[in-house]
């Protein structure tokens, strides 16, 4: 398996990306892992010769993570993020991971690798932790303006993935609202909530608030990508809130820091929970190729586990497994014979 990295994506790029990676290398030896960037500056990032199945492409393009999404793509056609896409549709990876700028990203990946055939938009399958594991947040940023049937489809992809890839009998799906009434949020709500009531292809169990979601009531949560992004955000803002009062805590007395110390294996398995570094990144669902966004904090732990679902995700075909379970989702005037302009 050859697996594409974009090594000058992220907040931390490239050191952390090429010590994920490294070490990506060296727990599955028998792969190809291919760090796509500035060869000078990620050969710098390690003092010791690189493992033997670690592939340097050089390029001096690279997309900023400020830079604008449509401009950056245009203007530099050989940047990191765009190589790994090409590779992937070229069929010379099985998979590409990216830390980067996420429009970028999600126009390079578009345009270059497309969509899967009847899918009329991809979102981002986001796992946060919940009260009795993790649960799937789609779309948490993809798309912030969506019509109906997109969410729809969300919803189709998501109780798919949760059926087939984690084994559940009857995934429970849920749509992200302001309240649990069929009657609450905006009328577009109002409508999609109708839809997902009489979609026989999914167990759908009504709105879900986010407190209820976190609660683990549903196993799929559906949104447009700026409730789902916001809601993302909230979550990982909150739970960095919560440990960075609780050090606080801990430091302001000398009998709190002696508790402390007896409550470490709690305070380190709390600490893992609510990392967004133990899942490292977020499937792309419903592109032609397999596409894994990790954290723009992404730090080396989350680019060895991005790369490790990149690598699950290809063991389970998920490409195939959605194009099959969609074929036949999406009403013919939703499918045009040529690939819509719409990014």
Do not use: W
Request: net charge neutral; aromatic share 6%; with cysteine.
């Amino acid at each position: 398996m050859k697996i594409a990295i974009d090594a000058m994506g992220g907040d931390y790029a490239p050191l952390e990306i090429v010590k994920g990676t490294v070490d990506a290398a060296k727990t599955f030896n028998g792969d190809e892992l291919i760090l796509v960037g500035d060869e000078h500056k990620i050969k710098k990032c390690v003092s010791r010769e690189f493992p033997e199945n670690i592939k340097i492409i050089h390029t001096d393009q690279f997309v900023e993570m400020d830079e604008n999404p449509t401009s950056a793509i245009k203007k530099k056609p050989d940047s990191s993020m765009n190589i790994v896409a090409r590779m992937v549709k070229e069929e010379e990876a099985s998979a590409m991971v990216s830390a980067g700028n996420t429009g970028a990203l999600l126009q390079s990946s578009l345009l270059t690798i497309g969509r899967i055939k009847g899918i009329r938009r991809p979102a981002i399958a986001a796992f946060l932790p919940t009260r009795f594991g993790h649960s799937m947040l789609l779309d948490a940023g993809a798309n912030a303006d969506c019509k109906e049937e997109y969410l729809i489809q969300f919803a189709l992809m998501g109780s798919m993935f949760m059926h087939r890839i984690k084994e559940l009998e009857s995934p429970r799906v849920g749509l992200v609202n302001i309240g649990e009434e069929a009657t609450k949020g905006s009328l577009f709500y109002r409508q999609v909530y109708e839809m997902l009531k009489n979609e026989t292809r999914i167990n759908f169990v009504g709105n879900v608030e986010p407190k209820d979601f976190f609660a683990g009531k549903v196993d799929v949560a559906v949104a447009d990508g700026f409730v789902g992004n916001l809601m993302l955000k909230s979550s990982e803002a909150a739970a960095e809130f919560m440990l960075s009062i609780l050090r606080e805590e801990i430091k302001s007395s000398f009998i709190a820091k002696v508790s402390a110390l007896t409550l470490k294996p709690i305070f380190k398995n709390l600490k893992k929970r609510l990392d967004h570094s133990e899942y490292g990144g977020a499937l792309l669902m419903g592109l032609n190729g397999i596409c894994i966004k990790s954290h723009g904090r992404a730090d080396a732990r989350a680019i060895y586990n991005a790369i490790k679902v990149a690598r699950e995700m290809h063991q389970q075909k998920i490409i195939d497994l959605i194009s099959e379970i969609t074929r036949d989702t999406a009403p013919p005037e939703t499918q045009p014979k040529q690939e819509s302009k719409e990014t």
